[in-house]
């Protein structure tokens, strides 16, 4: 479900911002017949005919694109002091050495929407536009998909996550 996938890119933050530490992760099981399984979740679901493919092989697929090796260390800073609500939100922001683009990882497992500001005059970006992914959906959601869009830079500064989201900006070549 888009829930426990949600959990997942929680789990994956935590990883990138350790990434002095970890330095592989894995996913199994990863293939299942539908009707012949012996536990859940596993990434990818067939039958004779099908291919599922469950918003967790989507966390997985997003993370896979927009990986980086160098770690931007950034606070947080919360409206709502509540641990509770700060347990939901995660975020990482890593740089990708092969193209220099930067990318920041936003997790959303609350069941309302957030405002963020991004402090992004101090990366000094050259880029004026950046590539947005973003899954949302029901918790329930067994067939939640990404959806792509390109987005003004400037626009990024102050935006909304929505409720149980995973958002995945990727700025291009433009970050020193």
């Not at 979740?41 to 993370?63: A, G, R």
């Not at 002091?81 to 890593?94: D, L, M, N």
């Amino acid at each position: 479900t888009l829930e426990v996938a949600l959990a997942e890119a929680a789990y994956l933050t935590a990883l990138e911002r350790n990434g002095d530490v970890v330095k592989m992760a894995s996913y199994a099981p990863l293939l299942a017949k539908d009707g012949y399984t012996q536990w859940r979740p596993d990434l990818i679901y067939f039958s004779n005919t099908d291919v599922n493919l469950t918003p967790s092989y989507y966390v997985q697929q997003l993370f896979g694109r927009n990986n980086g090796t160098e770690y931007i260390p950034v606070e947080a800073v919360y409206s709502n002091a509540a641990v509770e609500v700060q347990k939901r939100v995660a975020f990482s922001i890593v740089k990708d050495p092969k193209d220099q683009s930067l990318i920041v990882k936003l997790v959303n497992i609350l069941p309302v929407a957030i405002n963020i500001e991004l402090e992004l005059d101090q990366l000094n970006l050259k880029a004026d536009t950046a590539l947005v992914s973003q899954l949302t959906g029901k918790l329930e959601s067994k067939t939640a998909k990404p959806e792509e869009k390109t987005m003004a830079v400037e626009k990024l500064k102050k935006q909304q996550l929505p409720p149980y989201s995973l958002t995945i900006i990727r700025i291009q070549s433009g970050a020193k």
